[in-house]
Antibody
Framework: QVQLVQSGAEVKKPGASVKVSCKASGYTFSNYVIHWVRQAPGQRPEWMGWIHAGNGVIQHSQEFQDRVTFTTDSSATTVYMELSSLRSEDTAVFYC????????????WGQGTLVTVSS | DIVMTQSPDSLAVSLGERATINCKSSQSVFHNSYSKSCLAWYQQKPGQPPKLLIYWASTRESGVPDRFSGSGSGTDFTLTISSLQAEDVAVYYCHQYYNYPRTFGQGTKLEI
């Protein structure tokens, strides 16, 4: 069955970076785009960008463009999101989500990774 | 950016009754190439990721109970739960995937 399993919770200081992993299984990894979504407590989800797991093509939200890096490791069927220059408003749950080819909606989501930014 | 606005922000419905949630986009999300509206609905329970219910505005995801239905086109959309069950208590979000940045509604909290 399709699974996206994310790395565990992180606590970071302002100005630091965080790297979150998303391990995929149960489907052909290279055929799909993986999106990243930030959800602050009590807020709506916020789209950060996507990476194509097969060819590494990337698109970022302008909101995060200068601070976020997406990478992929095909041998490990894992996608990574690194967010730098963390600030308090980055305290949120970060999700990876799968986008079926030719669609745009998200049919499977990771369980989420809580990142807490605090001095 | 396309702004997605849901109404109401919260809703209390009796068990077995109908629940209706609306979503309005600031511009049309109808994709001429697909002849479909690029609009999805998700259900999110506390401590869980969103779960896909409806895509292309009215296509129910596999495994989703048929009491959930989506309708609408262009800029105005509706999620209907025909007979509310206790397990339907959650926050519901609409999501446009017509263009970038992808955007979500503010959510509607559904209670019994």
């Amino acid at each position: 069955q399709v699974q996206l399993v994310q790395s565990g919770a992180e606590v970071k200081k302002p100005g630091a970076s965080v790297k979150v992993s998303c391990k995929a299984s149960g489907y052909t990894f290279s055929n799909y785009v993986i999106h990243w979504v930030r959800q602050a407590p009590g807020q709506r989800p916020e789209w950060m960008g996507w990476i194509h797991a097969g060819n590494g093509v990337i698109q970022h939200s302008q909101e995060f463009q200068d601070r976020v890096t997406f990478t992929t490791d095909s041998s490990a069927t894992t996608v990574y999101m690194e967010l730098s220059s963390l600030r308090s408003e980055d305290t949120a749950v970060f999700y990876c989500a799968r986008d079926p080819p030719g669609s745009g909606y998200y049919d499977y989501w990771g369980q989420g990774t809580l990142v807490t930014v605090s001095s | 950016d396309i702004v997605m606005t849901q109404s109401p922000d919260s809703l209390a419905v009796s068990l077995g009754e109908r629940a209706t949630i609306n979503c309005k986009s600031s511009q049309s999300v109808f994709h001429n190439s697909y002849s479909k509206s690029c609009l999805a609905w998700y259900q999110q329970k506390p401590g869980q990721p969103p779960k896909l219910l409806i895509y292309w505005a009215s296509t129910r995801e596999s495994g989703v109970p048929d009491r959930f239905s989506g309708s609408g086109s262009g800029t105005d959309f509706t999620l209907t739960i025909s007979s509310l069950q206790a397990e339907d208590v959650a926050v519901y979000y609409c999501h446009q995937y017509y263009n970038y940045p992808r955007t979500f509604g503010q959510g509607t909290k559904l209670e019994i």
